[in-house]
């Protein structure tokens, strides 16, 4: 699954670690997050929404749904 989670945290100038503590998990699941080696919990994901004042779909695109949307 595509994300945008390094560029909204790079946006705030947080670390991996700062980000991790805010969402309380580990700065490895952070980072297994962004580079898309794992996809994250719902309730995580919507966590991570509403510490970014954002919609899921504003941070995640699931590719296999969108290469079947595109025209």
Sequence with gaps: ??????VLR???????AELAGRLGVS???V???ETGKHDPSLPLAF???RLFGISIEEIFEDERN??????
């Design 1 to 6: 699954m595509k994300n945008r989670l390094k």
């Design 10 to 16: 790079a946006e705030r100038d947080w670390s991996q």
């Design 27 to 29: 700065r490895q699941a």
């Design 31 to 33: 980072n297994a997050i």
């Design 47 to 49: 966590r991570l929404a």
């Design 66 to 71: 969108a290469e079947q949307w595109r025209v």
